[in-house]
C-alpha cells in the first residue's frame, strides 16, 4: 500500500488516495466529486444511467395541467431526477398542494428548484416509509399526484389507494443505461477504482452488467438497505450499508475502511 503523506488517511483527509467511482453524472455527480475531492478522494465521474422522457408525454403533460389547476392535495416526488422533470416543465405548483418528499436529498432538489417540501419521512426514507407517514397524517380520501419512473415499484400508489386515497400515478422519465469508457471498465477490473458508489437499484444493475469481474478488494457501497437489498438481487457483493440516506453517509460509510491495494501497487 501507498504510504506517502499524500495517501495517508488524516482525520480531514480520510480518504486520501482512494479512488471513488461516481455513478451519476451533472450537478448530483459534480456534489458528490466536490465532497471526494474534500475528503482527499479521487473522484472518477462515471454516469452509470440516464433519464429520457416518459413514453407517454401527453399524459404527464395532463397532469402537470390539473396539477397547476389545483386537482391535486397532495404531490408525492420519490427521486431527484422527479425535480429535474418538474423544472424542465416549469411546473407550477398551487399554494393548496402540499408536497411530498421521499427523503433528504429529494427535498433540497425540490428546494433548489424553487419548489416547497411538506413532508419527509421521519425514519424510512422510502416509498413505503412516505406512504405511511401520508396515512398517519391523512385519515379521509386525498388526490394525490404520484410521479415515478417507468420501472419503479408501485408500492406508494398501491399503499395510499389501499388506504382509500385517489391517486394519479403518471410516468415521469425513463431510466436508460449508458455504457462507460473502456479504461474505466479496466480500471475497474483491476482494482484501481477502490470503491464504487451505488445509488439505487438501477446503477446496481449497470454495476453488475458492465463490471462482471470486480475484484474482493472493491469495496461496494450501498446508499440505504433498499439499494442494498436491490443491488444483491441484481448480483453484488455489498460491503457497506449507509447508516442514513445521504450522499454524505454514503461516503462515510466508504471511509471506515481501510485503503485496499490495486493490482499495479503490486507491478515494479
Avoid at 201 to 227: K, L, M
Amino acid at each position: 500500500m501507498n504510504s506517502s503523506p499524500r495517501h495517508t488517511p488524516t482525520p480531514d483527509r480520510p480518504l486520501a488516495g482512494w479512488r471513488v467511482l461516481v455513478p451519476r453524472g451533472g450537478p448530483w455527480g459534480d456534489g458528490v466529486a466536490a465532497t471526494l475531492r474534500n475528503q482527499g478522494a479521487t473522484p472518477v465521474i462515471a454516469p452509470l444511467i440516464n433519464f429520457a422522457p416518459t413514453n407517454d408525454q401527453a399524459s404527464l403533460e395532463a397532469a402537470l395541467s390539473d396539477l397547476a389547476a389545483g386537482a391535486f392535495d397532495w404531490l408525492t416526488v420519490t427521486s431527484a431526477t422527479t425535480v429535474d422533470v418538474l423544472y424542465a416543465y416549469r411546473a407550477v405548483l398551487p399554494a393548496t398542494t402540499k408536497v411530498a418528499a421521499v427523503g433528504e436529498t429529494t427535498a433540497a432538489a425540490l428546494q433548489a428548484a424553487g419548489y416547497r417540501v411538506d413532508l419527509v419521512p421521519e425514519r424510512d426514507n422510502s416509498a413505503a416509509g412516505m406512504a405511511e407517514q401520508m396515512i398517519s397524517l391523512e385519515p379521509d380520501s386525498r388526490r394525490v399526484l404520484a410521479l415515478r419512473s417507468e420501472i419503479a415499484k408501485p408500492v406508494l400508489t398501491r399503499m395510499l389507494i389501499e388506504a382509500g386515497h385517489d391517486v394519479r400515478s403518471v410516468v415521469a422519465y425513463r431510466t436508460v443505461g449508458v455504457p462507460v469508457t473502456d479504461k474505466i471498465a479496466r480500471d475497474v477490473t483491476s482494482g484501481r477504482i477502490n470503491a464504487i458508489l451505488v445509488t439505487s437499484g438501477s446503477v446496481a444493475e449497470q454495476v453488475q452488467a458492465q463490471f462482471p469481474q470486480i475484484p474482493e478488494s472493491t469495496v461496494i457501497a450501498a446508499i440505504g438497505p433498499r439499494t442494498a437489498k436491490d443491488a444483491r438481487r441484481a448480483g453484488l457483493a455489498v460491503d457497506v450499508i449507509a447508516e442514513q440516506q445521504t450522499v454524505d453517509s454514503l461516503i462515510a460509510s466508504v471511509a471506515r475502511f481501510p485503503l485496499p491495494q490495486s493490482a499495479d501497487e503490486f507491478t515494479p
